[in-house]
């Protein structure tokens, strides 16, 4: 699954992705960028 990152400005295959719910309740996808380390996020489920 891929994910912007905002650091990179591209998209960026998740690297250690993990299925979160957010506060409203709606599913989403968050993990780390693997060029640069930053926390990348998206919305949806996995």
């Given at each position: 699954?891929?994910?912007y990152c905002m650091k990179c400005r591209?998209?960026?295959e998740?690297?250690?992705?993990?299925a979160i719910t957010m506060?409203?309740?709606?599913?989403?996808?968050?993990?780390?960028c693997p060029t640069c380390g930053t926390k990348v996020f998206r919305i949806g489920k996995a």
């Open positions: 699954m891929q994910a591209a998209k960026k998740i690297k250690n992705p993990k506060k409203n309740g709606k599913p989403a996808t968050q993990g780390v």
